[in-house]
């Protein structure tokens, strides 16, 4: 074969790109047919987040994409000829019709008229396992504590008798078990695959941590009263501008040394901060499309990215600047920690410490706190789990599934099913605001600061046992080094 011939068998064989309806068009076909995320993604062999990125505008490729055209295609000539079929003109009055089908229990449905809302009693325009509610719990006036949950009714969504206690807002109580034991199944399976070798089992799981992670959070999430957006379009400010490159957004991240030695002689103790970024997980997150704004104005209901100029910092002798090493003067695109920080700093509560941040660029959207709260408790407690036994298998899994699962969010090849680069950010910065704010609260306890580095490392000069608990739990530190400031750190 000549390389002209190779060349038309390649043109032969190329094929052009099977048409997909448009986004909006794939969630209400499925919807259309009652099936949930996970049963689509199941059958297509990809995570319920991809099936949902798909349906907010990002498109499949190669095979999967030629398969999920097909479910559209089948899923559209269905409800075509759901359609078509008349209603039989003699069936008996008598039978017992079929009700509508319920919709999916693990997503929330419109009404097509508002309903009063069983727990408050507004008017609500969403139904949530049949009940009439409000999506928004700020838009709930009068949120009942804790009555009983009532079954489910089996017809239409109706408000529920006067007699039944209304539903509490789907939040599982504190001893009721929050997701199956994934992670203990997981190294169960690892370790008898590998006939007990810890060292082979470890390897393996650090290698499916990403994968396994999301499984664990498309669990975590079912029933979740949030949508999580996971290919939404992105401004140019979080693209990489190369390969090797990085994108606009300043993360703050603390590399600082205290140039003086400490006030009275001693020794100077580096401590580990313990799952700085499982902590982290907790923080304000941006739930849709980032919108774009602009003004000094900044609304704690939301959250995103922020093209600030930063305010002066006098107090480098003592304490890092909180917006870490930066040397460029003038405006720089910050995240939402980072610039909740500085905001609270301003205040007399802190002296203040700096002026206010001046906002002059946004891309925010509406931002809750809670998106991965489940996801991180169900790691917090395997962690925990693990150290109580001394598993040091599943502690290490753990720990990769976490540090992995936040490094692969941007434009990532470990993890297509998630592509939120602001989310990488906001959480990075906010484990470093949580590092910055426990080496102020050694500094405001009378201890001197030595170092503050990354994530993780706080160097303290002092008895640092009278501000922090030592132990390897999320809440506790642990000792690293031992030095004196004329040796330096061993």
Not at 215 to 240: M, N
Not at 419 to 444: C, E, G
């Amino acid at each position: 074969m000549t390389d002209f011939d190779a060349i038309d068998a390649l043109l032969a064989n190329a094929r052009t790109p099977t048409d997909l309806p448009p986004a909006e068009q794939r969630r209400a076909l499925r919807q259309a047919l009652n099936l949930t995320r996970t049963q689509v993604a199941q059958t297509l062999g990809v995570s319920p987040s991809t099936i949902g990125g798909w349906e907010t505008g990002r498109d499949p490729s190669g095979e999967t994409r030629e398969k999920y055209a097909y479910f559209l295609t089948a899923a559209q000539e269905k409800l075509r000829t759901q359609n078509e079929t008349p209603a039989h003109p003699e069936a008996d009055p008598t039978t017992e019709h079929p009700t509508t089908a319920a919709p999916p229990k693990d997503e929330d449905t419109p009404l097509p008229t508002p309903h009063p809302c069983v727990l408050c009693g507004a008017p609500a325009t969403d139904q949530i396992e049949g009940y009439p509610q409000h999506l928004n719990p700020e838009d709930c006036t009068h949120p009942t504590p804790h009555p009983p949950t009532p079954t489910p009714p089996q017809q239409a969504p109706t408000p529920p008798p006067a007699h039944q206690h209304p539903p509490t807002p789907r939040r599982p109580p504190q001893n009721q078990t929050r997701t199956p034991d994934l992670i203990a199944r997981a190294v169960h399976e690892a370790l008898d695959t590998h006939h007990g070798d810890t060292q082979a089992a470890t390897a393996e799981l650090q290698r499916r941590a990403i994968p396994d992670a999301m499984t664990l959070l498309d669990t975590c999430r079912i029933g979740a009263r949030y949508d999580i957006v996971g290919h939404p379009p992105l401004p140019d400010i979080l693209r990489k501008k190369s390969a090797h490159g990085a994108d606009e957004v300043w993360e703050a991240r603390p590399h600082w040394t205290r140039l003086d030695p400490p006030p009275t002689p001693g020794e100077v103790t580096a401590l580990d901060i313990n799952g700085a970024y499982l902590s982290a997980l907790k923080t304000h997150l941006p739930l849709g499309t980032l919108e774009y704004s602009t003004g000094n104005v900044h609304s704690r209901r939301r959250a995103g990215i922020h093209l600030i100029t930063p305010p002066e910092w006098d107090h480098h002798p003592y304490l890092p600047n909180p917006l870490g090493n930066r040397e460029e003067p003038g405006p720089v695109w910050v995240t939402e920690p980072t610039l909740r920080l500085l905001q609270r700093l301003a205040t007399e509560q802190y002296g203040p410490l700096c002026d206010p941040p001046v906002i002059h660029e946004s891309f925010t959207s509406g931002a809750t706190e809670q998106l991965f709260e489940k996801f991180r408790q169900a790691l917090r407690d395997a962690r925990e789990k693990a150290i109580t036994e001394e598993d040091e298998v599943t502690l290490e899994y753990v720990k990769s599934m976490y540090s992995k699962f936040v490094s692969t969010m941007g434009e990532s090849n470990f993890n297509r099913a998630l592509y939120r680069p602001d989310w990488m950010h906001i959480i990075r910065s906010q484990a470093f605001v949580n590092l910055w704010l426990k080496a102020h609260k050694a500094h405001t306890a009378g201890l001197t600061v030595m170092r503050v580095m990354g994530t993780d490392e706080l160097h303290i000069a002092g008895d640092w046992r009278q501000v922090f608990t030592e132990g390897r739990g999320v809440t506790q530190v642990k000792v690293k080094d031992v030095y004196t400031p004329e040796t330096g750190r061993q």
